[in-house]
C-alpha cells in the first residue's frame, strides 16, 4: 500500500522533515505521480506499528493502575475529619462576624441617640433665652408702666433704663439658621465704629432696644 507524505506522518508519528531526510537517505521506497510523492509501506509494517501502539497503551495503562493509591477507610476518615474542621471554622468566621455586625448596629444607634440628645438640648438652650428675653421684656415694660404711672400722679423727672440685650443670646432667640446668624453677625461687625447703635464690651455686641431701632442690621 502507499502512503502520502501526510498520511505517513501521521501514521507513524513521525515529522515531514524527518520523512524527507529517509527519502533522501533511500531509507525508504517511494514513487512520484503526478507530483505527488507515495511512500511504499507493506501491510506487516501498518500491523507491526498498529501492535507497538496497542502495547504502549496497555503499558500506560498498567504504570496508572499502579501508580493510582487504593482508597481506605483511613483515607476516608481522614478526608471527612479534615472536611468537618474545614466546616468548623467557617463556622466560627460567620459566628465572628455576626458579632461585629451587632457591636456595629448597637455603637451606630449610640451615635444616634447621642445626636439627638444634643439636638434637644440645643433646642433647650434656645428655648430658654427665648423665655429669659420675653421675661426680661415683660419686666421693663412693667417698669415702664409703673413710671408713666408716677408720671401722671407725680411729675417727677425719670431717667429711662437701658434695654441693652447681647447680639448673641438675641440671634439664638430668632428661628434662623446658621448661615443666616452668621451673615448678622458679620453685618453687625463691620458696622461697628461706624453705627452708634453698636454697642460694644467685653469684645462682645450689645444692643439697646430701648432706644434704637436694628430692623434694617437684622434682615435675612
Do not use: C, W
Amino acid at each position: 500500500m502507499r502512503l502520502t507524505l501526510d498520511e505517513y506522518s501521521q501514521h507513524f508519528k513521525m515529522s515531514k522533515e524527518m520523512i524527507h531526510s529517509k527519502l533522501r537517505a533511500k531509507k525508504l521506497n517511494y514513487i512520484i505521480e503526478n507530483g505527488v510523492t507515495y511512500i511504499i509501506v507493506t501491510k506487516h509494517s501498518v500491523d507491526e506499528k498498529k501492535t507497538t501502539q496497542i502495547n504502549e497503551e496497555k503499558k500506560r495503562v498498567q504504570q496508572k493502575s499502579l501508580q493510582k493509591p487504593k482508597t481506605t477507610v483511613s483515607m476516608v476518615l481522614s478526608l471527612y475529619q479534615k472536611e468537618n474542621q474545614q466546616l468548623k471554622e467557617k463556622i466560627i468566621q460567620l459566628e465572628e462576624k455576626i458579632d461585629k455586625l451587632i457591636d456595629d448596629k448597637e455603637q451606630m444607634l449610640r451615635d444616634e441617640m447621642n445626636k439627638i440628645e444634643k439636638v434637644y438640648n440645643a433646642k433647650d438652650e434656645q428655648l430658654k433665652s427665648v423665655l429669659e428675653l420675653i421675661n426680661a421684656q415683660i419686666n421693663i415694660q412693667k417698669e415702664q408702666t409703673v413710671h408713666e404711672v408716677e408720671t401722671l400722679h407725680k411729675p417727677v423727672e425719670h431717667k429711662e433704663e437701658k434695654i441693652i440685650v447681647e447680639l448673641k443670646a438675641y440671634l439664638k432667640s430668632l428661628d434662623i439658621d446658621a448661615h443666616a446668624k452668621k451673615v448678622i453677625k458679620k453685618r453687625f461687625l463691620e458696622a461697628y465704629n461706624k453705627d452708634v447703635r453698636i454697642i460694644k464690651k467685653n469684645d462682645k455686641l450689645y444692643l439697646d432696644f430701648s432706644k434704637y431701632d436694628y430692623s434694617d442690621l437684622l434682615e435675612y
